[in-house]
T-cell receptor
């Protein structure tokens, strides 16, 4: 079974600075999808960014970008110009290509942005 | 508003009781997923339905059951409740079994068992 590991339970960053959240996963699949979800204090789960494993180009969404290292099975999230509204739990998630098995989540990283 | 509607938002009940959580997926989505999030924990997958049929099952307790109705809304039934069942229960939906596009989540139901 696939597993997702987030080794940083908590992190903090100064406003306007850059922070990187780590995620590693374990799979024997060659093609799959990876996601980062954000859960602010409102508890809503919000999709931040997605990556298709067969695409070598790292995904980018405004201030959010990923560093996808397929051989190392690593999928880190970089947040640039951090804002107070980025304060949230961040979950890394894995999906196999068939869609018949659900999203598998890591335990999350609690990010605090400090003014 | 994500388009996925969960009711109720909060529920407080006593041990031994039974509750039903309801989810209406985003318009056009055929798949519904249920997840449990205990305090300071990640999301644990419970069960998946696709167009009315059960597709995948996670570590769902025998005291828990779910179904998806012809109008695609889903209900999660939790019975003989224990204190440890207190958690945030999320419903999510996707259009194509989630292949590549991720899920859209509802805002969750906060269940407190006292």
């Amino acid at each position: 079974a696939q597993t997702v590991t987030q080794s940083q339970p908590e992190m903090s960053v100064q406003e306007a600075e850059t922070v990187t959240l780590s995620c590693t996963y374990d799979t024997s699949e060659n093609n799959y999808y990876l996601f980062w979800y954000k859960q602010p204090p409102s508890r809503q789960m919000i999709l931040v960014i997605r990556q298709e494993a067969y695409k070598q180009q790292n995904a980018t969404e405004n201030r959010f970008s990923v560093n996808f290292q397929k051989a190392a099975k690593s999928f880190s999230l970089k947040i640039s110009d951090s804002q107070l509204g980025d304060t949230a739990m961040y979950f890394c998630a894995f999906m196999n290509p068939s869609g018949n098995t659900p999203l598998v989540f890591g335990k999350g990283t609690r990010l605090s942005v400090i003014a | 508003d994500s388009g996925v509607t969960q009711t109720p938002k909060h529920l407080i009940t006593a041990t031994g009781q039974r509750v039903t959580l309801r989810c209406s997926p985003r318009s056009g989505d055929l798949s519904v997923y249920w997840y449990q999030q205990s305090l300071d924990q990640g999301l644990q997958f419970l069960i998946q339905y696709y167009n009315g049929e059960e597709r995948a099952k996670g570590n769902i307790l025998e005291r828990f059951s779910a179904q998806q109705f012809p109008d695609l809304h889903s209900e999660l039934n939790l019975s003989s409740l224990e204190l440890g069942d207190s958690a945030l229960y999320f419903c999510a939906s996707s259009v194509d079994r989630g292949r590549g596009y991720g899920y859209t989540f509802g805002s969750g139901t906060r269940l407190t068992v006292v």
